[in-house]
């Protein structure tokens, strides 16, 4: 396969860019702080060929948590920060990679210069070998960014992104990469050509976020990668797929299967996605999904919805507080799971918070609704 001129990013005992292979990473859905259980999937997604592994700290019990982990396992390890870019400091000590996210850089003291920040992450990334990630993605892009594009996502990803990168720079740090992730496939791809071509120099980590279940996630996935790592755009890569458990490591399977099929010249994508009807778009769930039966409902929901099947309706199931309410935004209709209750959503209006065991009915209720709003 053609690549791009990226630079070298050595992120433990991988190096991505300049040609190396194309790392498949994934990311663990168990609660960071049950090490026993987190290890576990570590492993399980070993044994699948996983280059990288990405976990979620949230708290200061995740983050030492991660000291834990890494006594036990040797797998090169992503840390993703959210909101709280101080845990850097915990975690770095233990880790190849941290990720983290533009758009939530300014939750924890907002008066704080975002440069600041960034210098903090920076620096402790440097003091402890690890490299970074610029995780941007469409729904929890900075609202000062977003707000420079209005109705253009795919403007203010890489608004985002280049700002970023010209950030670390400027702080001397160079050993990063970006991602821009965006549930839907062609946005997507659109979004990382144009970066592409305005720093084909940066590695680019490749995703669709909240793809959903397979097959259509895998199929969303397939066509985004097959568009662009056959442009040569693309140094690493994750399949978001929203599964139980026990099947996360397909997800590495998956990725593989990609990177064979487009180096063998097997191309199974029409230029361009369309939906054609219902579109369901789901979180692959991680540590922070606070109610295991997110997992389920997501299947449900697409059960529930096969009569609506030939309607150009689109569906956002997350699994948490932390995207929910940004990445369902777009959709037509959305659900983001609590720990007790379902919030459910018109785009970025709210239509209540319900049981786990009422959400259906009333998704039902809204889609109907919908699709007579619609036809009238
Ligand atoms: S929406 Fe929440 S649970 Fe789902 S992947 Fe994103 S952070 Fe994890």
Request: charge should be neutral.
């Amino acid at each position: 396969m053609k690549r791009n001129p990226t630079r070298a990013v050595k992120i433990g005992s991988i190096t991505i860019g300049a040609g190396h292979p194309i790392a498949v990473q994934t990311m663990c859905a168990t609660k960071t702080a049950d090490v026993a259980a987190t290890v576990a999937q570590i492993r399980q997604f070993e044994a699948a060929g996983a280059d990288l592994v990405r976990i979620a700290v949230d708290s200061k019990a995740d983050a030492e948590a991660v000291a834990q982990i890494r006594k036990e396992t040797k797998a090169n390890l992503c840390v993703d920060l959210q909101e709280n870019y101080r845990l850097a400091a915990t975690v770095a000590p233990h880790l190849d990679k941290i990720r983290y996210n533009p758009g939530h850089l300014y939750h924890h003291e907002p008066e704080k210069p975002i440069l600041d920040k960034l210098k903090f992450i920076v620096d402790t990334a440097g003091a402890h070998d690890c490299a970074i990630r610029i995780g941007c993605n469409a729904g929890s892009v900075d609202p000062k960014i977003a707000e420079k594009f209005p109705g253009d996502d795919v403007g203010a990803l890489i608004a985002s992104a280049t700002e970023h990168c010209a950030m670390l720079e400027r702080l001397g740090c160079t050993r990063f990469v970006v991602s821009l992730k965006d549930s839907d496939p062609n946005h997507t791809i659109e979004t990382y050509k144009a970066f592409a071509a305005a720093r084909p120099d940066v590695p680019l980590h490749l995703g669709v976020t909240e793809a959903g279940i397979p097959p259509d996630g895998i199929i969303k996935t397939r066509v985004a990668f097959e568009q662009l790592l056959s442009r040569g755009i693309g140094d690493t890569l994750r399949v978001s797929l929203t599964l139980p458990n026990p099947r996360k490591h397909e997800e590495i399977e998956v990725g593989r299967a990609i990177l064979k099929d487009i180096a063998e010249g097997r191309f199974r994508s029409v230029p361009f996605f369309e939906a054609p009807g219902l579109n369901i778009i789901s979180c692959p769930s991680c540590s922070r999904v606070e109610n295991e039966a997110f997992v389920d409902l997501a299947f449900k929901v697409r059960e529930m919805t096969e009569y609506a099947k030939s309607h150009k309706i689109t569906i956002a199931v997350m699994g948490c507080r932390v995207n929910g309410p940004g990445e369902t935004d777009d959709a037509d209709l959305g659900l983001w799971c609590g720990p007790h209750f379902v919030n459910l959503k018109r785009g970025p209006e709210s239509a209540g918070a319900y049981p786990y065991d009422q959400i259906l009915g009333k998704l039902k209720e809204e889609l109907d609704t919908l699709i007579a709003r619609r036809a009238s």
